[in-house]
């Protein structure tokens, strides 16, 4: 079945110490967004990649850093995670943006120690 | 202004009892609208959507959602809930870019 895997599903990681979360895709989408979810909280999208061009939302922290090697991939870099930024994970996928219908993988949750 | 609420923060139904979630949005062109679900440690499954056509949009899970114009709503509907519709509900707008989505509604299901 086509589909958003994430890896890992579980993430510790040290105040300060960078980490990366991944994301890939059987879709073969053109649209990869990531987003950020606070408990009970919506979804706060940080970016997304329409095909190799990136694009930040405006009040995503530097700290927040993206990469796209090929269409099946992206990664999720947080530089120096703060306390503040233990939250779950979610990468989601689209053929386009604007109105097209968005799939979500299952989320990394990120905890910060 | 784009936005959408969910005016309901919390609901609680028993087993087999019928089911409404509100969700209203504000949108200056036609909306594409699109409920979600999340279960406890998840990511987000669809439901289902609206894009045109037939107002009455069935989904999985046995859902369904009435789209209304004049009331400018997306409300999600079930005849008889199951345990396991426990959950988190957000309904979504498709902005210029971007999903707008409501606060969600967690749904609690008492046996």
């Known amino acids: 079945d086509a589909m958003v895997i994430q890896n890992p599903r579980y993430q510790v990681t040290q105040f300060g110490k960078p980490v990366t979360l991944s994301c890939s895709q059987t879709?073969?989408?053109?649209?990869m967004y990531w987003y950020q979810q606070k408990s009970s909280q919506a979804p706060k999208l940080l970016f997304h990649y329409y095909d190799k061009d990136f694009n930040n939302e405006a009040d995503t922290p530097d700290n927040f850093q993206s990469r796209r090697p090929n269409t099946s991939f992206c990664f999720l870099d947080i530089r120096s995670p703060g306390l503040g930024d233990a939250a779950m994970y979610l990468c989601?996928?689209?053929?386009?943006?604007?109105?097209?219908?968005?799939?979500f993988g299952p989320g990394t949750r990120l905890t910060v120690l | 202004a784009q936005s959408v609420t969910q005016p309901d923060i919390h609901i609680t139904v028993s087993e087999g009892a019928s089911l409404e979630l509100r969700c209203n949005y504000s949108y200056g062109a036609t909306p594409y609208l699109f409920w979600y679900v999340q279960s406890p440690g998840q990511g987000l499954q669809l439901l289902l959507k609206?894009?045109?056509?037939?107002?009455l949009v069935q989904g999985i899970k046995g859902f369904e959602a009435e789209f209304k114009r004049s009331q400018s709503s997306f409300n999600l509907r079930k005849p008889s809930v199951h345990w396991s519709d426990a959950a988190e509900y957000f309904c979504a707008l498709s902005g210029t870019y971007k999903y707008i989505f409501g606060t969600g509604t967690r749904l609690k299901v008492l046996a």
């Open positions: 989601a996928t689209s053929r386009d943006v604007s109105t097209d219908t968005q799939y």
């Open positions: 879709l073969n989408h053109n649209v």
């Open positions: 609206y894009f045109s056509g037939d107002t």
